[in-house]
Protein backbone atom coordinates (compact mmCIF):
# COMPACT_ATOMS: atom_id res chain seq x y z
CA UNK A 1 0.00 0.00 0.00
CA UNK A 2 1.25 3.52 -0.72
CA UNK A 3 1.98 3.95 2.89
CA UNK A 4 4.22 0.88 2.94
CA UNK A 5 5.90 2.61 -0.59
CA UNK A 6 4.38 -0.13 -2.39
CA UNK A 7 1.41 0.70 -4.26
CA UNK A 8 -1.05 3.10 -4.07
CA UNK A 9 -4.17 1.96 -1.59
CA UNK A 10 -7.48 1.02 -3.31
CA UNK A 11 -8.55 3.65 -5.82
CA UNK A 12 -12.24 4.36 -3.78
CA UNK A 13 -15.38 6.60 -6.05
CA UNK A 14 -16.12 10.24 -4.67
CA UNK A 15 -18.93 9.58 -2.91
CA UNK A 16 -19.65 13.24 -2.39
CA UNK A 17 -23.09 14.84 -4.32
CA UNK A 18 -22.64 15.57 -7.84
CA UNK A 19 -22.60 19.01 -8.52
CA UNK A 20 -26.11 20.29 -10.46
CA UNK A 21 -26.88 23.84 -11.80
CA UNK A 22 -30.00 26.05 -11.65
CA UNK A 23 -31.62 29.02 -12.51
CA UNK A 24 -34.92 30.41 -12.96
CA UNK A 25 -34.57 30.35 -16.65
CA UNK A 26 -33.96 26.70 -17.07
CA UNK A 27 -31.32 25.65 -20.08
CA UNK A 28 -28.42 23.85 -20.65
CA UNK A 29 -26.07 25.17 -23.40
CA UNK A 30 -22.96 23.27 -24.69
CA UNK A 31 -19.72 23.79 -25.77
CA UNK A 32 -17.65 23.39 -28.55
CA UNK A 33 -13.91 24.06 -28.95
CA UNK A 34 -13.16 24.58 -32.36
CA UNK A 35 -9.89 24.67 -34.11
CA UNK A 36 -7.81 27.91 -32.39
CA UNK A 37 -4.76 26.27 -32.69
CA UNK A 38 -2.35 28.32 -35.10
CA UNK A 39 1.39 27.43 -36.87
CA UNK A 40 3.54 29.59 -34.59
CA UNK A 41 3.03 30.97 -31.08
CA UNK A 42 2.61 34.26 -31.57
CA UNK A 43 -0.53 33.78 -33.79
CA UNK A 44 -2.14 31.59 -31.39
CA UNK A 45 -3.91 34.41 -29.23
CA UNK A 46 -7.74 33.19 -30.55
CA UNK A 47 -10.11 30.38 -29.87
CA UNK A 48 -13.95 30.16 -31.74
CA UNK A 49 -15.98 28.53 -29.23
CA UNK A 50 -19.98 27.63 -30.30
CA UNK A 51 -22.65 25.76 -28.48
CA UNK A 52 -25.82 24.29 -29.52
CA UNK A 53 -29.35 26.60 -29.52
CA UNK A 54 -31.18 25.99 -26.85
CA UNK A 55 -34.88 24.75 -26.81
CA UNK A 56 -36.13 27.00 -24.39
CA UNK A 57 -39.08 29.47 -25.86
CA UNK A 58 -37.93 32.95 -25.41
CA UNK A 59 -34.27 32.24 -25.74
CA UNK A 60 -32.76 35.89 -27.79
CA UNK A 61 -29.29 35.33 -26.85
CA UNK A 62 -26.21 33.85 -25.51
CA UNK A 63 -23.11 35.38 -23.09
CA UNK A 64 -19.58 34.24 -23.06
CA UNK A 65 -17.96 34.38 -19.85
CA UNK A 66 -14.18 34.30 -19.43
CA UNK A 67 -11.32 35.15 -17.16
CA UNK A 68 -8.10 33.35 -15.65
CA UNK A 69 -9.38 31.24 -12.94
CA UNK A 70 -11.74 28.97 -12.61
CA UNK A 71 -15.52 30.28 -12.06
CA UNK A 72 -14.04 33.74 -11.68
CA UNK A 73 -15.27 35.59 -15.03
CA UNK A 74 -13.83 38.93 -15.29
CA UNK A 75 -15.12 39.46 -19.09
CA UNK A 76 -18.11 39.09 -21.15
CA UNK A 77 -18.85 39.10 -24.58
CA UNK A 78 -22.14 38.58 -25.94
CA UNK A 79 -22.78 37.22 -28.84
CA UNK A 80 -26.71 37.77 -29.58
CA UNK A 81 -28.25 35.12 -30.88
CA UNK A 82 -25.25 33.57 -32.77
CA UNK A 83 -24.08 30.38 -31.84
CA UNK A 84 -20.35 30.86 -31.96
CA UNK A 85 -18.19 33.33 -30.72
CA UNK A 86 -14.15 33.99 -31.35
CA UNK A 87 -12.38 35.79 -28.70
CA UNK A 88 -9.42 37.53 -29.35
CA UNK A 89 -6.73 39.23 -27.79
CA UNK A 90 -5.19 35.82 -25.28
CA UNK A 91 -1.98 35.67 -23.76
CA UNK A 92 -0.12 33.48 -25.34
CA UNK A 93 1.44 30.89 -22.30
CA UNK A 94 -2.22 31.96 -19.96
CA UNK A 95 -5.19 29.57 -19.62
CA UNK A 96 -8.34 31.06 -19.54
CA UNK A 97 -11.68 29.55 -18.57
CA UNK A 98 -14.86 29.72 -20.44
CA UNK A 99 -18.66 29.04 -20.20
CA UNK A 100 -21.56 30.29 -22.27
CA UNK A 101 -25.14 31.34 -20.56
CA UNK A 102 -28.54 32.19 -22.22
CA UNK A 103 -30.72 34.92 -21.83
CA UNK A 104 -34.27 35.55 -22.61
CA UNK A 105 -36.49 38.52 -23.50
CA UNK A 106 -37.25 39.16 -19.67
CA UNK A 107 -33.34 39.35 -19.27
CA UNK A 108 -33.21 36.29 -17.00
CA UNK A 109 -29.84 34.67 -17.55
CA UNK A 110 -28.72 30.85 -16.85
CA UNK A 111 -26.40 29.63 -15.36
CA UNK A 112 -23.06 28.92 -16.66
CA UNK A 113 -22.86 25.67 -18.81
CA UNK A 114 -19.57 23.66 -18.14
CA UNK A 115 -16.29 25.37 -18.36
CA UNK A 116 -13.67 25.00 -21.10
CA UNK A 117 -10.20 25.42 -20.50
CA UNK A 118 -8.04 26.84 -22.93
CA UNK A 119 -4.10 27.92 -22.77
CA UNK A 120 -3.51 30.34 -25.59
CA UNK A 121 -0.46 29.17 -27.69
CA UNK A 122 0.01 25.77 -25.89
CA UNK A 123 -1.23 22.26 -25.61
CA UNK A 124 -1.55 20.17 -22.72
CA UNK A 125 -1.67 16.30 -22.27
CA UNK A 126 -5.39 16.33 -21.45
CA UNK A 127 -8.04 17.69 -23.61
CA UNK A 128 -10.35 20.27 -22.84
CA UNK A 129 -13.05 18.92 -20.26
CA UNK A 130 -10.89 15.52 -19.41
CA UNK A 131 -11.50 14.73 -15.73
CA UNK A 132 -11.52 11.94 -13.15
CA UNK A 133 -13.61 9.07 -12.40
CA UNK A 134 -12.15 8.96 -8.91
CA UNK A 135 -11.83 12.53 -7.69
CA UNK A 136 -10.98 11.23 -4.04
CA UNK A 137 -8.95 8.13 -2.79
CA UNK A 138 -9.43 7.19 0.48
CA UNK A 139 -5.45 7.72 1.47
CA UNK A 140 -4.11 10.32 3.78
CA UNK A 141 -0.34 9.69 3.41
CA UNK A 142 1.99 12.57 1.51
CA UNK A 143 2.96 11.71 -1.65
CA UNK A 144 4.42 12.98 -5.05
CA UNK A 145 2.49 11.97 -7.72
CA UNK A 146 3.47 12.20 -11.79
CA UNK A 147 2.97 11.34 -14.91
CA UNK A 148 5.85 10.26 -17.39
CA UNK A 149 5.42 12.26 -21.33
CA UNK A 150 6.87 13.25 -24.63
CA UNK A 151 7.01 15.76 -26.60
CA UNK A 152 6.61 14.70 -30.31
CA UNK A 153 8.46 18.43 -31.57
CA UNK A 154 11.28 20.42 -29.41
CA UNK A 155 9.19 23.13 -27.26
CA UNK A 156 8.92 24.77 -23.53
CA UNK A 157 7.28 23.08 -20.66
CA UNK A 158 5.54 26.54 -19.05
CA UNK A 159 3.41 25.16 -16.32
CA UNK A 160 2.18 22.48 -14.53
CA UNK A 161 -1.37 21.22 -13.62
CA UNK A 162 -2.87 18.73 -11.35
CA UNK A 163 -6.52 17.79 -10.72
CA UNK A 164 -7.78 18.61 -7.26
CA UNK A 165 -10.48 17.18 -5.18
CA UNK A 166 -11.91 18.71 -2.17
CA UNK A 167 -10.03 16.64 0.37
CA UNK A 168 -6.52 17.88 -1.34
CA UNK A 169 -5.88 20.58 1.13
CA UNK A 170 -2.60 21.76 2.12
CA UNK A 171 0.51 22.77 0.49
CA UNK A 172 0.83 21.85 -3.07
CA UNK A 173 4.66 21.60 -4.98
CA UNK A 174 5.17 21.04 -8.65
CA UNK A 175 8.21 19.65 -10.02
CA UNK A 176 9.03 18.93 -13.77
CA UNK A 177 12.21 16.15 -13.77
CA UNK A 178 14.39 14.31 -16.23
CA UNK A 179 13.96 10.73 -16.81
CA UNK A 180 16.96 9.71 -14.77
CA UNK A 181 15.37 12.22 -11.56
CA UNK A 182 17.18 15.41 -11.81
CA UNK A 183 15.16 18.21 -11.13
CA UNK A 184 14.41 20.82 -13.98
CA UNK A 185 11.81 23.12 -12.44
CA UNK A 186 10.06 23.62 -9.35
CA UNK A 187 6.82 25.88 -8.38
CA UNK A 188 4.28 25.93 -5.69
CA UNK A 189 0.86 26.48 -6.21
CA UNK A 190 -1.24 29.66 -5.24
CA UNK A 191 -4.59 30.66 -4.87
CA UNK A 192 -5.74 27.56 -5.26
CA UNK A 193 -9.78 26.86 -5.76
CA UNK A 194 -11.41 24.29 -3.36
CA UNK A 195 -11.41 21.56 -6.39
CA UNK A 196 -11.02 21.08 -10.02
CA UNK A 197 -7.66 21.95 -12.16
CA UNK A 198 -5.07 23.65 -10.43
CA UNK A 199 -1.92 25.30 -12.51
CA UNK A 200 1.18 27.01 -11.58
CA UNK A 201 3.60 28.86 -14.36
CA UNK A 202 6.98 27.79 -13.92
CA UNK A 203 9.95 30.52 -13.12
CA UNK A 204 10.71 30.03 -16.37
CA UNK A 205 10.05 28.53 -19.35
CA UNK A 206 11.81 24.98 -19.29
CA UNK A 207 12.99 24.01 -23.06
CA UNK A 208 12.48 19.96 -23.88
CA UNK A 209 14.14 17.96 -26.41
CA UNK A 210 11.61 15.62 -29.07
CA UNK A 211 10.60 12.35 -28.30
CA UNK A 212 12.97 12.66 -25.33
CA UNK A 213 10.57 11.26 -21.67
CA UNK A 214 10.06 13.97 -18.92
CA UNK A 215 8.50 13.64 -15.67
CA UNK A 216 5.59 16.23 -14.66
CA UNK A 217 4.36 15.79 -10.78
CA UNK A 218 3.33 17.63 -8.15
CA UNK A 219 3.92 16.91 -4.15
CA UNK A 220 0.97 16.49 -1.75
CA UNK A 221 0.61 16.96 2.42
CA UNK A 222 -2.99 15.71 2.67
CA UNK A 223 -3.00 12.93 0.15
CA UNK A 224 -6.64 12.29 -0.85
CA UNK A 225 -5.58 12.91 -4.33
CA UNK A 226 -7.57 11.79 -7.75
CA UNK A 227 -6.86 8.66 -9.46
CA UNK A 228 -7.95 5.84 -12.12
CA UNK A 229 -6.43 2.68 -12.50
CA UNK A 230 -5.59 1.15 -16.08
CA UNK A 231 -5.22 4.50 -17.48
CA UNK A 232 -1.94 4.00 -18.83
CA UNK A 233 -2.44 0.64 -20.76
CA UNK A 234 -2.13 2.56 -23.79
CA UNK A 235 -0.48 5.38 -24.35
CA UNK A 236 -2.19 8.47 -24.23
CA UNK A 237 -1.88 11.34 -27.44
CA UNK A 238 -3.38 14.98 -26.96
CA UNK A 239 -2.12 17.23 -30.37
CA UNK A 240 2.00 17.33 -30.19
CA UNK A 241 2.05 15.73 -26.54
CA UNK A 242 1.85 11.99 -25.73
CA UNK A 243 1.49 10.69 -22.05
CA UNK A 244 3.77 7.35 -22.10
CA UNK A 245 2.06 4.11 -22.06
CA UNK A 246 2.63 1.82 -19.36
CA UNK A 247 4.18 -1.46 -20.63
CA UNK A 248 6.86 0.48 -22.92
CA UNK A 249 7.92 3.08 -20.04
CA UNK A 250 8.89 1.25 -17.48
CA UNK A 251 5.54 2.05 -15.53
CA UNK A 252 3.49 5.10 -15.76
CA UNK A 253 1.47 6.64 -13.75
CA UNK A 254 4.52 7.43 -11.11
CA UNK A 255 4.63 7.77 -7.30
CA UNK A 256 6.43 8.50 -4.23
CA UNK A 257 5.74 8.14 -0.22
CA UNK A 258 7.22 10.60 1.86
CA UNK A 259 6.81 14.27 3.52
CA UNK A 260 9.03 15.82 1.34
CA UNK A 261 9.01 15.87 -2.36
CA UNK A 262 11.19 13.06 -4.21
CA UNK A 263 11.33 11.80 -7.69
CA UNK A 264 8.85 9.61 -8.19
CA UNK A 265 9.37 5.78 -9.58
CA UNK A 266 6.71 3.31 -7.94
CA UNK A 267 4.25 2.51 -10.20
CA UNK A 268 0.53 0.62 -9.81
CA UNK A 269 -1.88 -0.15 -12.13
CA UNK A 270 -0.92 2.03 -15.45
CA UNK A 271 -3.02 4.36 -12.82
CA UNK A 272 -3.66 8.11 -13.99
CA UNK A 273 -3.15 10.66 -11.10
CA UNK A 274 -4.06 13.28 -13.23
CA UNK A 275 -0.83 15.10 -13.61
CA UNK A 276 -0.80 17.31 -16.58
CA UNK A 277 1.92 19.97 -18.53
CA UNK A 278 1.35 22.87 -20.10
CA UNK A 279 4.25 23.37 -23.47
CA UNK A 280 4.62 25.89 -26.02
CA UNK A 281 6.16 24.16 -29.29
CA UNK A 282 6.98 25.52 -32.77
CA UNK A 283 3.73 24.80 -34.53
CA UNK A 284 0.62 23.50 -33.11
CA UNK A 285 -1.78 20.65 -34.95
CA UNK A 286 -5.19 21.40 -36.13
CA UNK A 287 -7.67 20.40 -32.61
CA UNK A 288 -10.61 18.61 -33.90
CA UNK A 289 -13.83 20.03 -32.15
CA UNK A 290 -14.79 18.35 -29.36
CA UNK A 291 -18.46 18.51 -27.62
CA UNK A 292 -18.98 19.11 -23.52
CA UNK A 293 -22.30 18.98 -21.71
CA UNK A 294 -23.73 21.72 -19.47
CA UNK A 295 -24.29 20.34 -16.12
Not at 17 to 32: E, G, I, K, Y
Not at 113 to 138: C, D, H
Amino acid sequence: MPGDTARPRQLLPDRSPAHRWSATLCVAVSLLLAAAWAMGAQAAQTVTLAWDPNPASGIVGYRIHYGIASGVYTHTSDAGSRLTATISGLTNGRTYFFAVTAYNREGLESSPSSEIVYTAGAVSLFKPGAAPSIITVNDSHPVELGVKFQSLTAGKVIAIRFYKGPENTGSHTAHLWSASGSVLARAVFSGESASGWQQVDLPRPVPILANTTYVASYHTDSGHYSADGSYFTIARKNGSLLACADRTSGGNGVYTYGVTSSFPKDTYNASNYWVDVVVTTDSFPVERTRRLKGN
